[in-house]
């Protein structure tokens, strides 16, 4: 077994993941705990510049199974690309993003080796030469400390909860070409259509504007969707707004729906049930507007706001785009 | 042509409707006081079954891998439509992570191909709500030599041997073709879950395990011996199949506590609360002097 830490640098339509940038950030250090060194594995078609970019944010090397049957994700191909790669190269820590992707594909990699597996983590370090992996069970209500008696010791990362250190563009990584397993892929994916254009998803979303019962129906998600683009933010929701059928599921916040991590989580109309809270709690900070006084939303908020967000949310829009514009 | 479906189930805590019973002073959860319940996204697998069984014949096989009262989830399974169910459980496979759990799952789906009935589907929920890791699915269908539709919303077309199904991702859906057999993982947003069917409690209502005989006994002395029981409940369909280990195959090396890399040091409540509250008045300059701060905060 070796002390590196491998990293799977996700990308779609050769963009990477933020997320792959911020394991990078955690990998190194974690690897220079174990004496190695962070390295990264692309897997797809047309990776060409991609392995630099990589390089900028630590990786020291650069695995790259370009391939054009690997061009759309195939659970069965990934994996078996990446558990021969994982079975040459013996890293001590792997790492996937938990994205749509990375929770498909870990958790088959995980079988594949025989290892187990953190899910969904959110603070990594290296206790005693081992992985020590924290991540939120209880729909986010508790934390658990998971150790990893395999090798290697995997984790997903949930995205936008590391740090991300500051690119340094003189960087370079050897890049080694691997073989893609494509042998077996059953599964094939024939069609991909898109969310509404602009869309962002919450859980890997900087900024979520968020709207729940106090919206009043669909069209209340208006101002809402406003403040959202000005800021470049994705659009939430609760659980009460997704059920009245006013916004689609893939929006709900909390329980059910999602957990997410934000810099900035704006709650419009969203009373704060102990789902909600718990979904949305671990933002850095949280503004919330409501009519009610009395809404358990403002115990959790950093910034409350006492008022009709229908007031409330087009001015607090004109103030920001007057911040934003100088 | 007809397909038999087997589903995997899970009991679970609800922490989906936390109660204030259940809830801690300092806002944290008794885990104790939370009630045992058909994990949801297993509610919406099964329903995915269930249709398919109605729209081309076939068979629904419902398993489940817990302690004897998991038995409550069986029962509402076949409340719902269920034609076969079976009870997973093993006191060795306690402490089991997810790589041990769905060793033990593949070792079960296999016995169920073998002994009961060849299957050509197996469904699952994306995710269970006490542990949120969505890791059993994709490594049942790896260890089963499977291939996987994770997310999965709607079957589009089932014929020929093969599956058409949409998945739903976080931003937009894909289409994906497969050949049978394969595993599928469902989210909420696949369909709505029947109800237990009165006619199908009606007729289950008496439905058990071994592990109800002597519960039951003391209702019925009538019956005098669990052998007598354990005859009539069989004779009218109404006894859970039970498995454990060993009975699907399985090398206890490999489960429980033993068979987990994974080990839970320790877990810590969280409790919900913001340390730095302030009021901000609904007027522009307060909302300007916000703004300002959110965004010299950096946090933009």
Known sequence: ?326 | MAYHSVVLVKQVPDTANITGQAMKEDGTINRAALPAVFNPEDLNALEMALQVKEAHGGQVTVLTMGPPRAADVLRQALYRGADRVILLTDRKTAGSDTLATSYVLKCAVEAIGTHLAAWDLVFCGRQAIDGDTAQVGPQVAEKLGLPQITYAEEILALRNGEIVARRALPLGTETVQCALPCLLTVVGSANVPRPPNVRRMMAYKLAATPFDYPELLERWPEFETEEALDRYLAERDQRILVWNAADVGADYGRVGLAGSPTKVLKVDFVSLGASDNREVEDSPQELAEMVRELVQDYIL
């Open chain 1, 1 to 326: 077994m070796g002390n590196n830490v491998l990293v799977f640098a996700e990308q779609r339509d050769g963009i990477l993941k933020k997320v792959a940038y911020e394991m990078l950030t955690a990998g190194a250090k974690l690897a220079a705990d174990l004496g190695g060194s962070v390295e990264a594995v692309l897997v797809g078609s047309g990776l060409d510049g991609l392995p630099d970019m990589l390089a900028q944010y630590g990786a020291t090397k650069v695995y790259v199974a370009d391939d054009p049957a690997l061009g759309l994700y195939s659970s069965e191909a990934y994996t078996d690309t990446l558990a021969a790669l994982a079975g040459q190269v013996e890293p001590a820590v792997l790492l996937v993003g938990a994205t749509a992707m990375g929770r498909d594909l870990a958790p088959r990699l995980a079988a594949c080796l025989g290892v187990g597996l953190a899910s969904d983590c959110t603070a990594l370090e290296i206790d005693g030469g081992q992985l020590l992996a924290t991540r939120p069970i209880f729909a986010g209500k508790a934390l658990a400390q998971i150790k990893l008696n395999s090798n290697p010791q995997m984790a997903t990362v949930r995205p936008n909860v590391l740090a991300v250190q500051e690119p340094d563009p003189g960087a370079s990584a050897t890049v080694e070409p691997i073989g893609a397993v494509t042998a077996q892929m059953r599964a094939r994916v024939v069609e991909i259509a898109g969310a509404g254009e602009g869309e962002i998803d919450v859980a890997e979303a900087d900024i979520i504007v968020s709207g729940g019962r106090g919206v009043g129906g669909p069209d209340g998600f208006e101002p809402i969707r406003h403040l959202a683009k000005t800021l470049g933010a994705a659009v939430g929701a609760s659980r009460a707004a997704v059920d009245a059928g006013w916004i689609e599921h893939a929006h709900q916040v909390g329980q059910t729906g999602k957990t997410v991590t934000p810099n900035l989580y704006i709650a419009c109309g969203i009373s704060g049930a102990i789902q909600h809270l718990a979904g949305m709690k671990t933002s850095k900070v949280i503004v919330a507007v409501n009519k009610d006084p009395e809404a358990p939303i403002f115990k959790l908020a950093n910034y409350g706001i006492v008022g009709d967000l229908f007031q409330v949310v087009p001015a607090m829009e004109e103030e920001f785009k007057k911040v934003l514009a100088e």
